[in-house]
């Protein structure tokens, strides 16, 4: 076993070594070492967690350098770096071995050194991995891109989150019915992180304020809270793309403050420590599993404001480690709020200015506006944060007095410009006073943000003429566009290698890092047959692969040469997943009356979960089962039509999911859904969407092309004129023969064992109300359909669109997504550590 020489030295370790050596000689011999010093094992006891956990480590040593130098570029004192701070309740990273191997480049390496210790299978072990489920959706994945992105740049951030001890749940299907599972992702250990235990802070929650006078005589506030519960920061390394920044995520794990009596020598006093301390370990015991969240929870508010004190608290001390004054903090930190979740931030961020470091009011107010910007990701007014009063008051007694300040204040300047507008300061106001009185959360961040943005253009538009279009009347200068991008570290190269190889021996391999200048190289390929050939073959590999997958999870068989059809995301009523199976059961009537030889053969593939507490989205499920299982067993029909429900839809699934998708489904309400994500890992990867103008599908069909997608359905502005017209779904219902026939059969119990009620709530829903316009966009989304498989009948035109769309979707990554964060917003630039 090779020793580790140099262990005291200061210089950087020399790159042979056994910990740092990115070749497969020092690698082979680091699994080995890891191996029996980590894990107390020898090669032929080990089992093949032990080699994942090995090899996780031996990867993760390999980060170190960097990641030290990193950090130390934010707390050195002579560097002149602002640094971002990217506050979000979710971080949804995915497993971490595969894209540290990208990252770092040292995928070959790991691969023949595996094969010297006599294991052959890396994609076993990659299998190996639990994922750290700490995010919902599109937003917790986000966060995640961004990082990556970050980091690629050169950037240094900061992600500051929650150590959930159980994410979002697992999902399995049992009866066709969603069934939630825990998710003890920490069950075998977490290789990639590194417990800070001396980097921890105090939270305060509850009690009472009061106010008393400071040696210098001045009149100040004291919050003497009910109890106090600690952070401790658990580190992981994110490093860049083959860049020297390792950047981290910090995420806070809630314990019981040391000054909890646990030498009480009564008895009693002990076990209420006890529960003490499991009552503090609560706060970041599990993730909300709300995509768009449900308000009112106490603990979540509890596990916001502890998440955000711990991160700020920390920034300030990093702060100071640097030997800045406290007066510059805006101009070493740039805070991101990922949606209204971290807005606690503002008012956190003027109390321990004012109240702990003995600021000035207005002082401590531009910095903390200079510092936070906000991101809104929704439109959604169910999904809007608004607190109930006496909640917020019970729990952060201090920060209400603040934010009624920081509320009288900008009402006041509000006034002062626009004498008589009583309307407006109602409006404007961070407390919503109608009803039971709420703090309205997306005002507050908006207020305490020196920049506002939106997430696509259509939804920036929407949100300045609808959401936030007072505050876009006060304060029109705070706003910004950043259409969200995704990163094509994990989503190409990661996921689809064979793509990824192709591309890089035809334009070479500079687009990983540089996606939005050379992808398009690949255009004038788009008509070379050649070329096209092998495009088609790696497709149809990609889809042979989902197909195991799908048979290993569901038993159901399906054609690797059929049109795959996906439609995977959170469960929801706006994203319209029943608009979906409306379209199936018109093509089940359809099939079952006329010959289907003329029908292109398709597999349908949903994924997805939905809220434990979202009946309709639960029952949306069950009826996705539902008629899968009738269209699957019919002779005729499943010839040339299947549908699958494939379980526990996750990051690492969809590493599979994506690479193989011939026709993505982004087939929202228009205006509803901000922006999508996965729309644009589709179509890098080649699929064609079939979509409606909305979010950032507008932006993707501009770029690939008007002929390239499937444009279907009512506008944004149609969908408004709709509902303020009285909209009546039931006279579409009345007139429309094919809609009628599958809503009856639905309604009929056809496909649920006879049982009449089951699906009535759903088809209720549809006929009278119809929130989401489904049966105003039927007709043109059944009609966009047959348009798809006219389509794909010609392959080779498919895939000259198939090509076109991954070449022209360059702007999607998430790269330049942070480059004008970076410019527009934080004002930050990239910095190399070693020149730091
Ligand atoms: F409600 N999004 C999400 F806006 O995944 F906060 N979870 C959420 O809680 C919210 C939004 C919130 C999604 C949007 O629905 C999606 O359109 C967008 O692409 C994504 O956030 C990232 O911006």
Known sequence: IASDSGA?????????????????????????????????????????????????????????????????????????AKAVAYLSAEFLTGPHLGNSLVNLGIWQAVEEALSRVGQDDLSSLLDQEEEPGLGNGGLGR?????????????????????????????????????????????????????????????????????????????????????????????????????????????????????????????????????????????????????????????????????????????????LIMRGKPLDEFHSYWAAQLNDTHPSIAVAELMRLLVDEHAMEWDQAWAITQ??????????????????????????????LEIIYEINRRFLNDIRLRYPGDDQLLQRLSLIDEAGGKHMRMAHLASVGSHAINGVAALHTELLKQTLLSDFHRVAP???????????????????????????????????????????EHLEPLAIDGDFQKEWQAIKADNKRVLAGLIKERTGIIIEPHSLFDIQVKRLHEYKRQHLNVLYLVTLFNKLRRVSSAAEIPRTVIFGGKAAPGYRMAKLIIKLINSVAAAINQDPVVSQVLKVVFLPDFNVKTSHHVYPAADLSEQISTAGKEASGTGNMKFAMNGALTIGTLDGANVEIR???????????????????????????????????????????????????????????????????????????????????????????????????????????VGRFSSDRSIREYCRDIWNVRPIVPDER
Request: a negative charge.
């Open 142 to 318: 986000l966060a995640a891109c961004y990082m990556d992105s970050l980091a690629t740049l050169n950037v240094p951030a900061i992600g500051y989150g929650i150590r959930y001890e159980f994410g979002i749940f697992d999902q399995a299907i049992r009866d066709g019915w969603q069934v939630e599972l825990t998710d003890k992702w920490l069950r075998f250990g977490n290789p990639w992180e590194i417990v800070r235990s001396e980097i921890t802070f105090d939270v305060k929650l509850g009690g009472r304020t009061e106010p008393y006078y400071d040696e210098a005589g001045r009149y100040r506030m004291r919050w003497l809270s009910e109890k106090v519960v600690k952070g401790v920061a658990y580190d992981t390394p994110v490093p860049g793309y083959r860049v020297p920044t390792t950047n981290l995520l910090r995420l806070w794990k809630a314990e019981a403050a040391e000054s909890f009596d646990f030498e009480a020598f009564n008895v009693g006093d002990y076990y209420r420590a006890v529960d003490e301390k499991i009552a503090s370990e609560t706060i970041s015991k599990v993730l909300y599993p709300n995509d768009e969240p449900e308000a009112g929870k106490q603990l979540r508010l509890a596990q916001q404001y502890f998440f955000v004190s711990c991160s700020l608290q920390d920034m300030i001390r990093l």
């Open 370 to 399: 200079q510092t936070c910007g906000y991101t809104n990701h929704t439109l959604l007014a169910e999904a809007l944060e608004r607190w109930p009063l006496p909640l917020f008051a019970r729990l952060l007694p201090r920060h």
């Open 702 to 808: 501009d770029a690939v092309g008007h002929e390239n997608f499937f444009l279907f359905g009512l506008t944004a502005a149609e969908v408004e004129r709709l509902k303020a017209e009285a909209y009546t779904p039931r006279s579409i219902y009345d007139s429309n023969a094919e809609l009628r026939e599958a809503i009856d059969l639905i309604s009929s119990g056809f496909f649920s064992n006879g049982d009449r009620g089951l699906f009535q709530s759903l088809v209720e829903s549809l006929i009278t109300r119809d929130d989401y316009m489904l049966l105003a966009d039927y007709q043109a989304y059944v009609e966009c359909q047959q348009r798809v498989s006219q389509a794909y009948s010609d392959q080779n035109a498919w895939t000259r669109m198939s090509i076109l769309n991954c070449a022209r």
């Open 477 to 519: 200068e705070k706003f910004f566009n950043v259409t969200n991008g995704v990163t094509p570290r994990r989503w190409i190269a990661l996921s689809n290698p064979n793509l990824s190889a192709l591309i890089t021996r035809k334009i070479g391999d500079r687009w990983l890092a540089d996606l939005e200048h050379e992808l």
């Open 8 to 80: 005291s030295a200061p210089s950087p370790i020399a790159l042979t070594n056994v910990r740092t050596g990115l070749g497969a000689d020092a690698i082979a011999t680091a699994l080995i070492e890891n191996l029996y010093c980590l894990l107390g094992k020898l090669p032929q006891h080990a089992t093949r967690n032990d080699w994942y956990m090995c090899l996780a480590y031996t990867v993760r040593d390999r980060m170190m350098e960097r990641y030290v130098a990193t950090l130390a570029s934010i707390t050195e004192t002579n560097t002149a």
